[in-house]
Protein backbone atom coordinates (compact mmCIF):
# COMPACT_ATOMS: atom_id res chain seq x y z
CA UNK A 1 0.00 0.00 0.00
CA UNK A 2 1.34 3.60 -0.78
CA UNK A 3 1.81 6.06 1.14
CA UNK A 4 -0.92 7.76 -0.79
CA UNK A 5 -3.54 5.16 -0.35
CA UNK A 6 -3.00 5.07 3.19
CA UNK A 7 -4.27 8.88 3.48
CA UNK A 8 -6.94 8.76 1.78
CA UNK A 9 -9.29 7.68 4.94
CA UNK A 10 -9.45 6.99 8.65
CA UNK A 11 -10.63 3.41 7.44
CA UNK A 12 -6.84 3.00 6.57
CA UNK A 13 -5.31 5.22 9.45
CA UNK A 14 -4.19 1.64 10.89
CA UNK A 15 -1.74 0.91 8.83
CA UNK A 16 0.18 3.87 9.88
CA UNK A 17 -0.46 2.71 13.76
CA UNK A 18 3.27 1.25 15.28
CA UNK A 19 6.34 2.65 17.02
CA UNK A 20 7.62 5.43 16.41
CA UNK A 21 11.27 7.86 17.73
CA UNK A 22 10.06 11.14 18.28
CA UNK A 23 12.70 13.93 18.09
CA UNK A 24 12.31 18.00 18.08
CA UNK A 25 13.45 20.15 15.26
CA UNK A 26 12.52 23.69 16.11
CA UNK A 27 10.25 23.18 19.17
CA UNK A 28 8.24 21.02 16.78
CA UNK A 29 7.78 17.04 17.78
CA UNK A 30 8.46 14.60 14.71
CA UNK A 31 8.22 10.79 14.73
CA UNK A 32 9.94 8.36 12.29
CA UNK A 33 8.82 4.60 11.86
CA UNK A 34 11.33 2.64 14.29
CA UNK A 35 11.80 -0.31 12.32
CA UNK A 36 13.72 2.91 10.27
CA UNK A 37 16.08 4.14 12.38
CA UNK A 38 19.34 2.22 12.47
CA UNK A 39 20.66 3.74 15.79
CA UNK A 40 21.20 7.34 17.15
CA UNK A 41 24.82 8.90 17.90
CA UNK A 42 26.19 11.78 19.09
CA UNK A 43 27.24 15.00 16.81
CA UNK A 44 30.23 14.02 15.00
CA UNK A 45 32.52 16.08 12.55
CA UNK A 46 31.81 15.55 8.57
CA UNK A 47 33.70 15.56 5.88
CA UNK A 48 32.23 18.17 3.48
CA UNK A 49 31.37 17.19 -0.26
CA UNK A 50 31.69 19.54 -3.12
CA UNK A 51 28.53 20.14 -4.85
CA UNK A 52 26.04 19.02 -2.78
CA UNK A 53 22.74 21.02 -1.91
CA UNK A 54 22.78 23.39 1.46
CA UNK A 55 20.93 20.51 3.37
CA UNK A 56 24.02 18.33 3.23
CA UNK A 57 26.21 18.83 5.80
CA UNK A 58 29.12 16.04 4.62
CA UNK A 59 29.97 12.67 5.00
CA UNK A 60 30.64 10.37 7.88
CA UNK A 61 32.44 7.27 8.48
CA UNK A 62 30.60 5.36 10.58
CA UNK A 63 32.36 2.25 11.30
CA UNK A 64 34.22 1.77 7.79
CA UNK A 65 31.11 3.06 6.02
CA UNK A 66 30.60 6.19 4.53
CA UNK A 67 26.76 7.85 4.95
CA UNK A 68 25.88 11.28 4.17
CA UNK A 69 24.71 13.35 6.54
CA UNK A 70 21.12 15.72 6.24
CA UNK A 71 20.54 18.77 8.13
CA UNK A 72 16.85 17.99 8.57
CA UNK A 73 15.97 21.83 9.48
CA UNK A 74 17.76 22.93 6.30
CA UNK A 75 15.99 20.34 4.52
CA UNK A 76 13.02 21.82 5.80
CA UNK A 77 13.64 25.56 5.78
CA UNK A 78 14.14 26.13 8.92
CA UNK A 79 16.09 28.69 10.29
CA UNK A 80 20.16 26.75 11.44
CA UNK A 81 20.66 26.83 14.98
CA UNK A 82 23.63 26.33 17.69
CA UNK A 83 24.29 22.78 18.22
CA UNK A 84 23.89 22.13 22.07
CA UNK A 85 24.92 19.07 23.91
CA UNK A 86 21.42 17.10 22.80
CA UNK A 87 22.30 17.75 19.00
CA UNK A 88 22.30 14.21 17.48
CA UNK A 89 22.49 12.36 14.40
CA UNK A 90 19.50 9.69 13.37
CA UNK A 91 21.17 7.00 11.56
CA UNK A 92 17.77 5.86 9.40
CA UNK A 93 17.76 3.25 6.56
CA UNK A 94 16.37 5.06 3.05
CA UNK A 95 15.27 2.89 0.35
CA UNK A 96 18.39 0.45 1.63
CA UNK A 97 20.73 2.77 1.92
CA UNK A 98 21.93 4.39 5.65
CA UNK A 99 21.98 8.33 6.14
CA UNK A 100 22.03 10.23 8.95
CA UNK A 101 19.62 13.08 10.28
CA UNK A 102 20.86 16.10 12.33
CA UNK A 103 18.02 16.62 14.73
CA UNK A 104 17.82 19.12 17.81
CA UNK A 105 17.20 16.36 19.97
CA UNK A 106 15.44 12.65 20.41
CA UNK A 107 12.76 12.42 23.04
CA UNK A 108 11.04 8.86 23.24
CA UNK A 109 9.96 5.66 21.28
CA UNK A 110 6.19 6.17 21.33
CA UNK A 111 3.20 3.40 20.27
CA UNK A 112 0.91 5.49 18.51
CA UNK A 113 -2.79 3.96 17.89
CA UNK A 114 -4.02 4.26 14.38
CA UNK A 115 -7.31 6.48 15.83
CA UNK A 116 -4.96 8.96 16.77
CA UNK A 117 -3.37 9.63 13.76
CA UNK A 118 -5.08 11.49 11.60
CA UNK A 119 -3.94 12.77 7.50
CA UNK A 120 -2.20 16.50 7.03
CA UNK A 121 -4.70 19.44 7.26
CA UNK A 122 -5.79 20.89 3.86
CA UNK A 123 -5.13 24.44 4.29
CA UNK A 124 -6.04 25.70 0.58
CA UNK A 125 -2.13 25.90 -0.36
CA UNK A 126 -0.17 24.01 -2.79
CA UNK A 127 2.27 22.58 -0.13
CA UNK A 128 5.01 19.82 -1.15
CA UNK A 129 3.76 17.82 1.97
CA UNK A 130 4.39 14.51 0.60
CA UNK A 131 6.65 13.43 2.93
CA UNK A 132 3.96 13.93 6.20
CA UNK A 133 2.52 10.39 6.90
CA UNK A 134 0.37 11.75 9.57
CA UNK A 135 -0.43 14.37 12.54
CA UNK A 136 -0.39 12.17 15.78
CA UNK A 137 -2.27 13.03 18.77
CA UNK A 138 0.10 12.09 21.80
CA UNK A 139 0.27 13.22 25.12
CA UNK A 140 -1.56 16.10 24.58
CA UNK A 141 0.44 17.32 21.96
CA UNK A 142 0.65 16.97 17.83
CA UNK A 143 3.55 14.78 16.71
CA UNK A 144 4.28 15.45 12.66
CA UNK A 145 4.80 11.57 11.35
CA UNK A 146 7.68 11.46 8.30
CA UNK A 147 7.67 9.24 5.77
CA UNK A 148 11.35 8.66 5.90
CA UNK A 149 11.45 7.42 2.33
CA UNK A 150 9.25 10.62 0.65
CA UNK A 151 12.07 13.03 3.17
CA UNK A 152 14.32 12.64 -0.04
CA UNK A 153 13.66 12.30 -3.68
CA UNK A 154 15.82 9.46 -5.31
CA UNK A 155 16.95 12.03 -7.13
CA UNK A 156 18.56 13.64 -3.64
CA UNK A 157 19.84 10.18 -2.62
CA UNK A 158 21.11 9.25 -5.69
CA UNK A 159 23.56 12.53 -5.72
CA UNK A 160 24.57 12.46 -2.08
CA UNK A 161 25.27 8.48 -2.60
CA UNK A 162 27.60 8.85 -5.55
CA UNK A 163 29.35 11.90 -4.38
CA UNK A 164 29.59 9.46 -0.77
CA UNK A 165 30.87 6.69 -2.82
CA UNK A 166 33.55 9.13 -4.60
CA UNK A 167 34.79 10.55 -1.19
CA UNK A 168 35.52 7.09 0.07
Not at 7 to 31: C, H, I, M, P, W
Not at 59 to 78: C, E, Q, S, T, Y
Not at 144 to 157: A, K, M, W
Amino acid sequence: MSVQESRSGAASTDQRAGKYLTFVLANEEYGLEILKVREIIGMMSTTAVPGMPDYVNGVINLRGKVIPVIDLRKKFGMPSTEQTSETCIIVVDVRSNLMGLVVDQVSEVLDINGHDIEDAPEIGVTMKNSFILGMAKSKGRVKILLDINSVLTEGDQEEMLTAAQKSE
